[in-house]
């Protein structure tokens, strides 16, 4: 049974930096691509960063340049780190992974960017 799970998400001040974590298990974690979503009150859940199995990554223009997706293959966990964050990144955020013709999902990380 596939699971995600996410940490380090809180409360920060514009500007600052927060590092979600999220540990996967009960999948061939070095075969997927992991990626990033959040989900703003009132607003669609949108993709935020992804990398491949082998490391590429790839970014929402929103985030481009402030995070910072990676991945470690041994530990079979994914990071976002967030740094210049901004009140509009305020969002809960989820680790999701498309494996065995399904998305799975993350419980979610709420982060807060107060101005």
């Known amino acids: 049974q596939v699971q995600l799970v996410e940490s380090g998400g809180g409360l920060v001040q514009a500007g600052g930096s927060l590092r979600l974590s999220c540990a996967a298990s009960?999948?061939?974690?070095?075969?997927?691509?992991m990626d990033w979503y959040r989900q703003a009150p009132g607003k669609q859940r949108e993709l935020v960063a992804t990398?491949?199995?082998?490391?590429?990554?790839t970014y929402a223009d929103s985030v481009k340049g402030r995070f910072t997706i990676s991945r470690d293959n041994a530990k079979n966990m994914v990071d976002l780190q967030m740094n210049s964050l901004k009140p509009e990144d305020t969002a809960v955020y989820y680790c999701?992974?498309?494996?065995?013709?399904?998305?799975?999902w993350g419980q979610g990380t709420q982060v807060t960017v107060s101005s």
């Open positions: 999701s992974t498309f494996t065995q013709r399904f998305r799975y």
């Open positions: 009960g999948l061939f974690f070095s075969f997927n691509a």
């Open positions: 990398i491949t199995n082998v490391g590429v990554t």
